[in-house]
């Protein structure tokens, strides 16, 4: 079938990207789901820092790609062999599918899917290959890859079924899109990777969309204090009305002496990962979620490990295992206890891709949720 996305064909456009224009908007052919696949129409896309770090090269993967990994949909064609979705349901994509067979599967979500990651790696989907193709139209011709399994940039997509979760039809698409990339993974940074307990306090340092779903789920946990940390005055004015009990600036913080057992770097810069290791308590757990570039390096004092009997966690996804987190989440949100709604910053046309880029880059937003349909 034709569809009409958003393609990426080359890494490292230059700043603004209004003017570089990295994503094009062109017509594409979509094959029909495989056994284990789903067709879905594409109701809502939210752009992430996943999306940017490989526009600007942070994060390379194969070109020509559809970008785009967080998304809700509705499933319009069921492949062969999918008996527990049905055309009319409502999804939510997830950007690291688990085939539940291989080792890191069997981790309870502490480590990625091997299969799941080569596929992401490669462009595929998880049962292999490619469904995109250049459209004639465009005068080209050849595959373009899948964005970790999804390529929600589009109005329509082809998924493997282990990469949604099936969601009720009475919650909001803007709201489904946000459940599965940065409330699995802002969230599951908290209750999966950090484990707080009674009373813990909770420190977030970065609040962009993930660290904001962060704290989102650390205030319906109803603990002890809920703290956020930004360099952007803007932010943490958010963080406020968003439930925080404390908006700090690093500086603030680190010259207020604050310590926490658990602490969340969402930031994805190791100047952020020095900083949340500094503010955590004695005993007390570090999770670092964000991704920074695969050259970044941070200083850290190893005695600190030793003398405070410190833990650092590494969390890719939230730790999440999609299938059992989104539905909690959907269940919160729905009892009025995570407000994701309040993440979505704005609500743009896929035309828009490239202004929206800028504005993320800039720090300028939480969550902007792109309508494909």
């Not at 526009?55 to 998304?71: F, I, N």
């Not at 009475?170 to 707080?196: E, R």
């Not at 909690?328 to 609500?347: A, D, I, K, M, N």
Request: overall charge negative; glycine content about 12%; some cysteine.
């Amino acid at each position: 079938m034709r569809v009409r996305g958003a393609v990426l064909r080359r890494i490292g456009a230059e700043r603004p990207f209004a003017q570089s224009r990295p994503l094009e908007l062109v017509d594409l052919e979509l094959d029909a789901p495989r056994e284990g696949e789903l067709l879905i129409r594409i109701e809502a896309a939210g752009l992430c820092h996943s999306d940017l770090s490989v526009v600007d090269g942070a994060r390379p993967r194969p070109v020509p790609m559809l970008l785009g990994h967080e998304a809700a949909g509705i499933v319009e064609v069921v492949g062969e062999g999918v008996t527990d979705v049905s055309v009319g349901d409502r999804v939510v994509t997830t950007f690291l599918p688990r085939c539940g067979e291989c080792a890191a599967c069997a981790t309870d979500g502490r480590l990625p899917c091997e299969r799941g990651s080569a596929a992401n790696g490669a462009g595929e989907l998880l049962g292999g290959g490619r469904r995109l193709h250049e459209a004639a139209l465009e005068g080209r011709s050849g595959e373009v890859h899948h964005h970790l399994g999804v390529s929600a940039f589009a109005t329509h997509a082809v998924v493997d079924r282990r990469s949604v979760v099936p969601v009720g039809a009475d919650v909001p698409p803007q709201v489904a899109a946000v459940l599965g990339c940065a409330m699995l993974t802002g969230g599951g940074a908290v209750v999966n990777a950090g484990k707080p307990r009674e009373g813990d306090d909770i420190v977030i340092v970065g609040l962009g969309g993930v660290g904001m779903a962060a704290l989102l789920a650390a205030r319906s946990l109803g603990l002890g204090r809920v703290i956020g940390v930004d360099a952007v005055p803007a932010k943490l004015d958010r963080a406020r009305e968003l439930g925080a009990d404390v908006a700090l600036s690093p500086d603030d913080a680190l010259a207020q002496g604050l310590r926490a057992p658990v602490v969340i770097e969402a930031a994805g810069h190791p100047k952020a990962f020095e900083t949340a290791f500094a503010l955590t308590a004695p005993g007390g757990t570090t999770v670092t979620v964000g991704l920074p570039h695969p050259d970044a390096r941070s200083s850290l004092s190893p005695l600190a490990f030793t003398a405070e009997a410190r833990t650092v966690i590494g969390s890719y996804l939230g730790s999440a295992v999609p299938s059992r987190d989104i539905p909690r989440y959907e269940q919160l949100w729905r009892e009025g206890r995570l407000p994701v709604e309040e993440l979505v910053t704005s609500e743009i046309a896929l035309d828009d891709l490239n202004e929206a880029l800028d504005t993320l880059a800039d720090g300028r937003a939480i969550r902007q949720v792109v309508r494909c349909s």
